[in-house]
T-cell receptor, first 114, second 115 residues
Framework: AQSVAQPEDQVNVAEGNPLTVKCTYS??????LFWYVQYPNRGLQFLLK??????LVKGSYGFEAEFNKSQTSFHLKKPSALVSDSALYFC????????????FGTGTRLQVTL | EAQVTQNPRYLITVTGKKLTVTCSQN?????MSWYRQDPGLGLRQIYY???????DKGDVPEGYKVSRKEKRNFPLILESPSPNQTSLYFC??????????????FGPGTRLTVL
């Protein structure tokens, strides 16, 4: 069975500082990994994904994520946080194949303060 | 505008009264899925559909039914709702019959309360 762990319920960072939101996964075979963001009272929005190739993936709003196969991790990063980045962030994994399910983590709330 | 729509957005009902939450997408996506979001549990997949007339169970399918008679629509049916189905529900779609490689587009959510 595939699974995702987001070990931090909340991450607090000051505006202008770098941020990291952690994600580790477990899946059989090569993973497809995703990050989504949820703003208050909104649906989820896609940020970025890793399918294959370069381990550093760049996405929307200046976010990036690094795929580390040996550590089975896919941490979300941004060099300089903005107050507007405050939201709920979800990591998700999908195993290979055409009939595979998408499994989400429990989410990490990012709070960026002035 | 490309979008996924859900109706209703808010619903309060009573135990045992059948209900349907509609989901429609205008992007000609093959893959559609339903999720429920609960505090501390994140999003859990209820059912998904790879294409018309092709559906399969996700992680928490008990108490739910779906159908995919048309490509654009993927309704979620609760035949006999119970209080433990009180949750925030999201419909999502993505292009490609495989779905595995592609990001999903999410609807705005339906907040369901079962009394």
């Amino acid at each position: 069975a595939q699974s995702v762990a987001q070990p931090e319920d909340q991450v607090n960072v000051a505006e202008g500082n770098p941020l990291t939101v952690k994600c580790t996964y477990s899946v059989s075979g090569n993973p497809y990994l995703f990050w989504y963001v949820q703003y208050p009272n909104r649906g989820l929005q896609f940020l970025l994904k890793y399918i294959t190739g370069d381990n550093l993936v760049k996405g929307s709003y200046g976010f990036e994520a690094e795929f580390n196969k040996s550590q089975t991790s896919f941490h979300l990063k941004k060099p300089s946080a903005l107050v507007s980045d405050s939201a709920l962030y979800f990591c998700a994994v999908r195993g290979p194949g055409t009939a595979s399910k998408l499994t989400f983590g429990t989410g990490t709330r990012l709070q960026v303060t002035l | 505008e490309a979008q996924v729509t859900q109706n209703p957005r808010y619903l309060i009902t009573v135990t045992g009264k059948k209900l349907t939450v509609t989901c429609s997408q205008n992007m000609n996506h093959e893959y559609m899925s339903w999720y429920r979001q609960d505090p501390g549990l994140g999003l859990r997949q209820i059912y998904y559909s790879m294409n018309v007339e092709v559906t399969d169970k996700g992680d928490v399918p008990e108490g739910y039914k779906v159908s995919r008679k048309e490509k654009r629509n993927f309704p979620l049916i609760l035949e006999s709702p119970s209080p433990n189905q009180t949750s925030l529900y999201f419909c999502a779609s993505s292009y490609g019959s495989g779905g595995a490689r592609n990001e999903q587009f999410f609807g705005p959510g339906t907040r369901l309360t079962v009394l």
